[in-house]
């Protein structure tokens, strides 16, 4: 999750509504051109609003993975890919890690799970140019690929990879369907969908204070419920769909982040964001405790298979 916030300018809201602009107009010219396979008409008109996320300015990033640790926007590390993967062969695979903000699980794919090449993407050049020093010192160029892309339709051919890899992005999606359809089609057939997110549990007041938290610091989040992934997963032909709570899980690491923020890394913080920043750091790290405990949003981990 992403403890920081950064200031939307409008600028960057120009921005958004000329790429979501591109990115509808460029699918419609891409069904016509046939470069597509079958997208209904609904997906076209959801697609152009396909939603991206937060520009991370360099404090937010180097903020973000002081509290998650080296490569990581999210919670758990390494050893939450490696848990994402259980019983799931990532030897030799070809994996597309989609959102993969600073590198980090691209890195352990390869080192730890043995994946034979990642193709690591981002909308973000912020935290896409971290990704690329993660994986140079690393020295795995010739294993991961990082590739800046626009919001929209994925820029690969069908049937391109075994694996697409997906941790908190989804979360940025307003529309669950067009992402789904267009991971369905980059996956190879029995290519398999692995990944976690947060889910909306309940609209209590716990839910209602961090998503109201999160609209006043400009960000674009849109909780989903389960159902209605599952529902967009099976709408684009996805089989085998699986689904994990992870929300104790997270609502433990949550709180251990929210101890650090408190305690080892206060001083380290408040000289990188100042007191006020220090603060609504302190304050986003309680209220996704709160809104964890008070069953309001929780994580899980899916998983789901492109048919044979
Ligand atoms: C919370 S971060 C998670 C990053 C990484 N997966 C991790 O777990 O550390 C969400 C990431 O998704 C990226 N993102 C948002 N919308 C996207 C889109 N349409 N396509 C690709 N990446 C996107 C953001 O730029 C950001 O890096």
Redesign the pocket.
Known sequence: ??PQAPQISSALIETTAAKRMSSAFDLVARVSAGSIGPVNLCNIACAGL????NNYDQKNIATMEMV?GKG???AGGDAEVADLFHELDARGASVLD?????G??AVSMIRDLGAGHVTA????SN?LARAEELVKINGLQSRIATRL?E?GPLPFDPGRFDIVY????AC??EYLLPLFTEIHRVLKPSGTLVGRDWIKIACNQEYTNWDNFLREQGLNFFFAEINMFSHAMKASGFLDIEFVDKTETMEALSQKALDQVNGSLKDALLEKLGGKGYEECVQWARIRVTALSGKGIGQYRFRARVPG
């Open positions: 999750m992403n396909m939603i991206m996320a998650y990581y926007l999210s989609l959102g993969c903000g600073l980090g699980a993407v981002d909308i973000d935290v892309i919001p997906m941790t908190a992005v940025h999606f």
